[in-house]
Every structure is written in structure tokens, then in C-alpha cells.
């Protein structure tokens, strides 16, 4: 089984900072990409960053915010600084993760449970 845990939501006033990490355990033989996503009340899940080959940020958060990625401990980070109200969303860990299964080697999509971030103006 593998599990994606995030920790580090919280409320803070707009223009404070919040920093949010992510850890995969289980049995996982290797971890392609990890990534943050948010889904704000009556909108779509979106991006936020996301880090693999390359570090991709949404236009939204450039500049303020910073995905950081330590591969041997299988963590990511996300420093959020400079908040906005409109990034008040409930942030989701997400990871590419491959795992041993029989004699093959399958790559799937795993989901933290989620980390309530509210920012008030």
C-alpha cells in the first residue's frame, strides 16, 4: 500500500506564509513526480506546482510560491508565501508513484487526503 500524508494547512491573514509537506511510504519502488494540486468551494481541482523532470508552477502562484522535492526521504514541500483570499482551497499532495506488482512494474496517480488552506483578508 502506498500513502501520501500531508501536513501544514492552517489560517493565516493575507500576505502571511504558509509552508506544506507531503510524505509517500508503503512499498514503492520509485517516485516519477510529486506535485500539489487545490480545489477551492464549487471549482475544479487545479494545478499548483508540480515537480519531475521540470518545475511547473500555476501563473496564479509564480513568484510566491516555491515546490521543493527531497527524493531520498520522498517528501515534497510547498512554501507558500505572500497569500492571497484567493488561495484559500483545500491543497492536495499528488505523486507518480511506481510500485512492484508480480513481474511488473506499474505506475499510478496517489492522492494525499487533503490540508484546508484559509487565507483572510
Known amino acids: 500500500q502506498v500513502q501520501l500524508v500531508e501536513s501544514g494547512g492552517g489560517l493565516v491573514q493575507a500576505g502571511g506564509s504558509l509552508n506544506l509537506s507531503c510524505a509517500a511510504s508503503g512499498s514503492i519502488f520509485s517516485i516519477h513526480a510529486m506535485g500539489w494540486y487545490r480545489q477551492a468551494p464549487g471549482k475544479q481541482r487545479e494545478l499548483v506546482a508540480t515537480?519531475?523532470?521540470?518545475?511547473n508552477y500555476a501563473d496564479s502562484v509564480k513568484g510566491r510560491f516555491t515546490i521543493s522535492r527531497d527524493n531520498a526521504k520522498k517528501t515534497v514541500a510547498l512554501q507558500m508565501n505572500s497569500l492571497k483570499p484567493e488561495d484559500t482551497a483545500v491543497y492536495y499532495c499528488?505523486?507518480?508513484?511506481?510500485?512492484?506488482?508480480?513481474?511488473?512494474?506499474?505506475?499510478?496517480?496517489?492522492w494525499g487526503q487533503g490540508t484546508q488552506v484559509t487565507v483572510s483578508s
Open positions: 515537480s519531475g523532470g521540470i518545475t
Open positions: 499528488n505523486a507518480q508513484i511506481r510500485t512492484v506488482q508480480g513481474l511488473k512494474i506499474m505506475t499510478n496517480d496517489y
